[in-house]
């Protein structure tokens, strides 16, 4: 029996590819559209600076990437990857209609194993798909590897509220509601929407995630919660 955690990389191509024509709906349906404001404060919180190019990992439909474009007002070139053939296929059509089509490339690889060269990028991001990479401490050092000397890392993920009341409302709803309605809607076969607060709640957070980001080698590091804690941007710098 396939566990529910399952992050073979087959897995999770085969999960996001079947659930990516209701990926951005359900993004926004069940987040009550503050996601959109969780991406700006990550364009906010780790601005572009120069025109050093950006690379967006596990960019899904480009949401983040395009984040960035209008941050930096299209003057800074940004690749966004993903390794999941019909999320890029959304991306594609998305930074067209957005008129970014020209600024934004569009990369399929893994992030385990980018094609990039050493000492790229001022910034290297990813947003809410760290935790679905098969070895996320690889992807890490991925990240480390290809951001320039002075570059930073962002990392912005969900992560399990702390306060006492407000976490408990939150986890019902995030494990036995967000699931359901999820699930109704995309109908996907590999329980998507079960899978994600499973793998939230795995998923280290908070201070684990900034000891990981350093086990990298990435210093200054810092978190920003979002929401109450329902997100965090964790930020660490190339030294």
Not at 88 to 98: E, M, P, S
Not at 160 to 183: D, V
Request: aromatic share 12%; hydrophobic share 40%.
């Amino acid at each position: 029996m396939q566990s529910l955690l399952d992050k073979r990389e087959i897995r999770i191509r085969r999960m996001f590819g079947d659930i990516a024509p209701w990926y951005d709906t359900l993004n926004h349906l069940l987040s009550f559209n503050v996601d959109k404001y969780w991406r700006w404060r990550t364009t906010r919180i780790v601005p572009p600076n120069g025109t050093d190019p950006i690379l967006d990992l596990c960019t899904g439909t480009g949401d983040l990437a395009l984040a960035f474009d209008r941050a930096s007002g299209g003057t800074v070139p940004v690749i966004a990857s993903d390794f999941c053939h019909p999320m890029l296929v959304r991306a594609v059509k998305k930074t067209v209609r957005k008129n970014a089509g020209e600024r934004i490339s569009i990369v399929e690889a893994d992030a385990q194993l980018l094609p990039f060269p050493d000492d790229q990028f001022q910034i290297v991001t990813v947003s809410f798909g760290l935790r679905n990479v098969t070895d996320f401490r690889r992807g890490l050092r991925e990240m480390t590897r290809v951001a320039k000397p002075g570059g930073r890392i962002a990392v912005l993920e969900f992560s399990k509220p702390r306060h006492w009341l407000f976490g408990r409302m939150y986890r019902f709803y995030f494990t036995h509601i967000l699931p359901r309605i999820g699930q109704i809607f995309s109908r996907s076969k590999d329980s998507a929407y079960k899978y994600l607060p499973a793998s939230v709640l795995a998923f280290p957070d908070y201070e684990a995630l900034l000891a990981e980001m350093a086990e990298c080698g990435l210093t200054q590091l810092k978190y920003h919660s979002l929401t109450f804690g329902i997100a965090t941007l964790y930020v660490g710098t190339k030294p």
